[in-house]
Each structure stands twice: as C-alpha cells, then as structure tokens.
C-alpha cells in the first residue's frame, strides 16, 4: 500500500490554481481578465497534467486509487478542462463578461470530477461528486440575466440536490449492511436485501451524474440554458467522472444477476431516448444532450465485458470509448461555441448553416469529432464501437449489442445532420432568424483552436493507435 500523498497530486495542483485564479480576478481589470486568467487557468491545468506521471500507482488509506485506467481518466477530464478554458474564454470575451470566475470554478469542477475517479471509498466519492456539482451550478447560470439559464440552473441544482440525497441514504443502507463505506466491503450475514437497496439507490444517484435514463431528464434543459463551451466542458469532464466512479462499483462490489438486469435496462432505455429524441431536435446543444444519454447506454454496456477477479475491462473497451467519447464531444461542442454568435444565437441547424466555410480549420475539426461520435471511420469512434459490439457478442450479450448497433445507426443521422448543416450554403435573412452578418472578434482563441485540433487530431491517431488508451 502506497499512502503517499502524490497520490492527490493532480487533484491538490488543480485545486491551487483555482484559488491562484480567483484570488487574482478582483485584482485585474475587466478588459485583461479574459486575456491573463485563461493563461494562469491553462498553466496549472498543464502543471497537473504533468503531475500525474510522478504520481505513484497504490491506493491512499483505501480511499483514493490511482493505477493506469484512472491515470487515464484524470488525463482525459484535464484535457477537456483545457478545451473549456478555450471554449470559455472565447465566448466570455466576445460578451464582453466582466467577471473571470469561470476558469477558477472549471478548476474546482475537474478536480472533484477526478477525486470521483480515484475513489474508493463512498465518503470521498461524495466529496468529489459535490466539488463537482457545485462550481458547475455557477458556471451553467453565469450569465445572470438569461432566462434559459436561470431555468437550467435551477433544475440542475434542485434535481442535483435531490439525487445527492438519494446517493447519501444509499450510502447509509450500505453502511448498514457492511459496517464499511468501502467499495469492495463484504456484505455481513442476513443484510442481503439491504445491501441491494443501497447499491441501487448508490447507482441511481450516480445514474443521474452520467446522464443515463431514468435521470436524464434535466439534461436537455441544463445543456441548453447553459453557455455553449459550458455544455462542452460538463458533457466530458463530469461524466467521465460519473462513469469513473460506476466502473470502479462494478468492479469491487458484489452485484447480483438482478443488479446487473438493472444496469441492462438502463442502459437499453438510454439508448432509445438518446437516439430517437436526438432526430426531433433543432437546437445543437439538445441533440448533443441526447448523444450525451445514448452514450451513457453505450458505456453501461461496456460494464458487461468486464471479468470476474479482475480490475481491468475486456479489451480496454471501456475507457477506449469514454475517452473517445469525451474528447469529441468537448471538442465538437467547443469548435459550435467558436461559430455561434453572440449569447449562442446561433447554435441552432439554421443558425449555423454554412459558418464552416467561413472557418474552415475549425469547421473540418468539428467534422472529425462528430464522425467520431457517429462511429464512423478513420475517427477513433469508429473503433469504440466496434470493440464494443464485438465483445458483448462474445461475452454472450448478442441482443443487447445488436439493439445498441442498430440505435447508433440512427443517431449517425443527426451527428451527420450538423456536419452538412456546418458546410451547406449559408442561407438568406428571410431564411433565418439570426444575423448572418455579425463577425466574430479575432482575439482570445489561441486555446480554443489549439484544443479543437489537438481533439480531432487524436481522434485520427487513436483510431490506429488504440494501444495508446488500451493498456
């Protein structure tokens, strides 16, 4: 056993350049805070980055873990930190937003999101869900005066707090029934059904994190009212925490054949609402909402490959698709926060008919990120899925793989919708109900950019080098 505090090292850097970041924000004046905190912001971003290679594998006091897979993790929410710092910036500078809150409180939402990672422990789980949470609560109502933001924060933090309560009285059934709140506790004699009760409720609140059916319902909503490079950064960083923290369930507690037929149906629904409730949108965030619940079905799904007595996943298909899946939605929804106007007026098919011929760097980048969520090739998507299907089918899950491979085949409609929608030729006023002659300012994209083609240059390096992710 390891207890060495580098462990947390990642977590504890992030977490200083969050206070380095908001402490220097009063101390700046409007116009430098989006050219100046950005910058310390991706400082300390690469700063924990680099941390994790002197961060040992062990497990510190049986609370927090670190070994390869969720290296891996911590790596991956750090990067999409890194996109949402670009995406951020860009759109709070062309708002002309006095406040620079955002990057410290980014900061702070990565760290919990990799503390949710590296736990093994309920109580450190919870620590990192809610430091997760709660700067994300600020950041989807940042602008203070938009409606649709004060609705989307207000659902997400009522419906937040109703499921963390929920996640907590799991906790303490399975207390009860272990006399632990360590993951891998052994269930004490005749508290059975106690256990199931609080390892359903557990996974419910967790349920509700990852955006999976039946707590997807503020998704949509919440994507919407949010800032679009806000959307970008919570679609990725807290759901790969989210889904971190189920595999880590999955693998050292005891569920039962009925827990697992739970997780099935879960995942089965979450494909069906992701898929067909995607095609009826019109607004980008919303359809990139329901590609965020499909998802989760998909990564569900990816639980069943796992082996007994094992702590890694049959052929690294979980976290080959996670991390797929997190860096071309973050990097698809930032390249949509570079093209939409002003307040995100945008961000619907209409609005954004024909920007990509305007950018063309960043419109083939978005391009590459949603083939990437389509699953088609060369993207790196391509082969999560493929990787996926086939091991359910050898691992005996063929009815299950085969509704999951039909249903991704019609949500690639609406991935491919967007892509045409970005190069189609640009429609007229009479056509659209937005300005298509507002030109977006020059300045504060260096990050931005810099992310969206590091996203869909390693969509298209994973996809021949999946060893680099599968360990």
Known sequence: MTNSLLILLPVLVAVLGALVTIAAEPFLQNENKHSVLPWVAVVFTVLAAASLI??????????????SMRRLFSLTILFCLFLGIGGVQWTLAREKFQGGEAYGLMLLASAGAILMALSTNFLSLFLGMELAAFPVYALVGIRRKDVNGNEGV?????????FSAIFLYGVALLYGATGS???AATVLDGRLPLFKIGAFLVLLGLFFKAGAAP???????VYTGAPVAVTAFMAAVVKVGALAAIASLWVDMALDSSMKIVVAIVALASMIIGAFSGLAQKSIRRILAFSAVMNAGFMLCALFLHKEGSNEFFGGALQFFLVTYAV????????IAYLSGKDDKRETLCGLRGRARKSPGVGVAI???LASLAGLPPAAGFLAKFSLFTGMFKEGYGALASAAFALSLVAAVYYLRIAYVLFAPACSKNECCCCCKEKPPVSASWILKAGIAIAAIAMLVLSVKPDWVCF
């Open 367 to 369: 391009a590459v990120c």
């Open 54 to 67: 002197v961060s040992p594998d062990g497990s510190y006091y049986q609370v927090y873990t670190m070994d």
């Open 181 to 183: 709140t360590q993951f």
């Open 215 to 221: 707590a997807h319902f503020w998704v949509a909503d």
């Open 328 to 335: 071309a939605s973050a990097g698809a929804l930032t390249g």
């Open 154 to 162: 207000f659902k997400y933090f009522v419906t937040g707090a109703i």
